[in-house]
């Protein structure tokens, strides 16, 4: 009564793999704005902790829009694949 149907959970698992893709095609961007701009401590800084606010708040409004607020392990899951598969093959930024 209260759980998701299988099959939204499957559209839903497949959906957090693409957001986890394109969390990691902005994590691929400031790899190479990294590589860019001069190297200092303070800018990986502030870049690091952009990119975590960025990611962060992504994943609150895919999960409060796709699930209405309520956090699933596999939605977590489906992201970090999505992010790992992205990073799979050999980017020439690297």
Request: hydrophobic share 60%; aromatic share 20%.
């Amino acid at each position: 009564m209260f759980g998701l149907s299988s099959v939204v959970s499957y559209l839903t698992f497949i959906k957090s793999i693409g957001v986890g893709f394109f969390i990691a095609l902005i994590y691929g961007l400031l790899i190479i704005l990294r590589k860019i701009l001069p190297e200092r401590k303070t800018l990986v800084l502030i870049q690091d902790v952009l990119f975590c606010l960025v990611s962060s708040v992504i994943s609150f409004i895919f999960i409060f829009d796709i699930n209405g607020g309520t956090p699933r392990l596999f939605i977590f899951f489906g992201e970090a694949i999505g992010f790992f598969l992205f990073f799979l093959y050999k980017l020439p930024i690297r």
